[in-house]
Nanobody, 119 residues
Framework: QVRLVESGGGSVHAGGSLGLSCVAS?????????FGWYRQAPGKQREFVAI????????YYANWVKGRFSISRDVAKNAVFLQMNGLKPEDTAVYYC???????????WGQGTQVTVSS
C-alpha cells in the first residue's frame, strides 16, 4: 500500500520561508514516474506546484512559482522536499504530496499540510 506522509507546513508572514517534506512508502518509483507537490486554496481547485521526474530528477514548476520555490529529492529515502521562499498571502493553501505512476496513471496523495501566509 502506497503511503505519502507530508510534514513542515505552518504559518509565516509574507516574505518568509517554509520547507515541506514528503516521504513515500510502499512504492518503488520507476521510469517516468513523477513525485511532487500540488496545492489547494480555499474555494479553488487543486493546482500543480512542482514535480521531479524519475529517474533522472528533472524538475518542473508551475509558471507562477517564478523561482521562489525549489523542489529536491532524496532517492535513498524515497522523499521529496519543497523549499518555499518569498511567500505571499496568495500561497496560503493545503499542500499535497503526489506520486503519479506512469505505468497506469494512478495518482497517490498525501493527507496534505497547511501553509498559511499572513500579510
Amino acid at each position: 500500500q502506497v503511503r505519502l506522509v507530508e510534514s513542515g507546513g505552518g504559518s509565516v508572514h509574507a516574505g518568509g520561508s517554509l520547507g515541506l517534506s514528503c516521504v513515500a512508502s510502499g512504492v518503488t518509483l520507476s521510469q517516468n514516474d513523477n513525485f511532487g507537490w500540488y496545492r489547494q486554496a480555499p474555494g479553488k481547485q487543486r493546482e500543480f506546484v512542482a514535480i521531479v521526474a524519475w529517474p533522472m530528477g528533472n524538475e518542473y514548476y508551475a509558471n507562477w512559482v517564478k523561482g521562489r520555490f525549489s523542489i529536491s529529492r532524496d532517492v535513498a529515502k524515497n522523499a521529496v522536499f519543497l523549499q518555499m521562499n518569498g511567500l505571499k498571502p496568495e500561497d496560503t493553501a493545503v499542500y499535497y504530496c503526489n506520486i503519479r505512476r506512469s505505468v497506469d496513471g494512478t495518482n497517490h496523495w498525501g493527507q496534505g499540510t497547511q501553509v498559511t501566509v499572513s500579510s
